[in-house]
């Protein structure tokens, strides 16, 4: 579902981000990305998700080459992959509802299923009875919830999370891991960038380190 071979990406002042990655991630896997500050995380996604492509070598996701995607494909393509982004970016000025149905607006889908869709998955994270609020109205935690709801609600095959629980306590912490479990579940590939090293080794799934670009571990 996701495939990087000898994968490198340099950035327009020459630092090199990503140096040599290779690894692939099964339909259905949940996976860990760990690694300190600046080791590449954030970079490994802006590529999953065809924000920006690779220097040199494949990145391949739900079974398509991401060099190869022309601009008008790019739409088409990010239907298969949902982004919780490491800020959130969820629109100030709209409600809640009105953020996770971006999504669906964008791809012209009918007012009935939209909300039908954007109900059904603000419940799954416990956010009903906000949907008329505006994010800077929500804690932290409402938030990443929202932006959670909003990567999931087109169902995507592929979930990228880059840390969905920075700045969040324990409680909150279980309650977003639960939320990417049931996703999961459903058959979502879910690949989550992570600085919490406890939640790491409680959850027992595979890991993927990154350190200066290179994968140390993949276990
Ligand atoms: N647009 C850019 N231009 C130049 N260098 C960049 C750019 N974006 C990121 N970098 C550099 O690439 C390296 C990897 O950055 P990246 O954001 O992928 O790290 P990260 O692992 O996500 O870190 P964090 O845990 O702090 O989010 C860093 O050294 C960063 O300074
Ligand atoms: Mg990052």
């Known amino acids: 579902?996701?495939?990087?071979?000898?994968?490198?990406?340099?950035?327009?002042?020459?630092?090199?981000?990503?140096?040599?990655?290779?690894?692939?991630?099964?339909?259905?896997?949940?996976?860990?990305?760990?690694?300190?500050?600046?080791?590449?995380?954030?970079?490994?996604?802006?590529?999953?998700?065809?924000?920006?492509?690779?220097?040199?070598?494949?990145?391949?996701?739900?079974?398509?080459?991401?060099?190869?995607?022309?601009?008008?494909?790019?739409?088409?393509?990010?239907?298969?992959?949902?982004?919780?982004?490491?800020?959130f970016r969820l629109l100030r000025n709209r409600t809640v509802f009105e953020n996770v149905a971006l999504p669906l607006v964008v791809r012209g889908e009918s007012t009935l299923s939209i909300e039908r869709r954007v109900m059904d998955v603000l419940d799954q994270v416990s956010l009903f009875s906000k949907k008329d609020c505006l994010p800077l109205e929500m804690s932290g935690g409402e938030q990443q919830r929202v932006a959670i709801a909003r990567a999931l609600v087109h169902q995507p095959e592929v979930l990228i999370a880059d840390e969905p629980t920075g700045n969040l306590d324990p409680t909150l912490t279980n309650e977003i891991i639960a939320l990417l479990e049931k996703a999961n579940a459903r058959g979502t590939t879910v690949f989550v960038a992570t600085h919490d090293h406890d939640l790491v080794k409680r959850k027992k799934a595979r890991r993927i380190d990154i350190n200066l670009g290179e994968i140390q571990l993949d276990q």
């Open 1 to 87: 579902m996701i495939e990087f071979h000898h994968t490198y990406k340099a950035y327009s002042n020459g630092y090199k981000a990503l140096r040599d990655v290779t690894f692939k991630i099964g339909k259905g896997e949940f996976v860990f990305l760990t690694g300190p500050s600046g080791a590449g995380k954030t970079t490994m996604f802006k590529l999953i998700s065809a924000y920006d492509r690779p220097t040199s070598g494949n990145v391949r996701v739900a079974g398509r080459e991401i060099s190869l995607l022309k601009p008008r494909e790019l739409p088409f393509f990010r239907r298969h992959v949902g982004v919780v982004y490491q800020d």
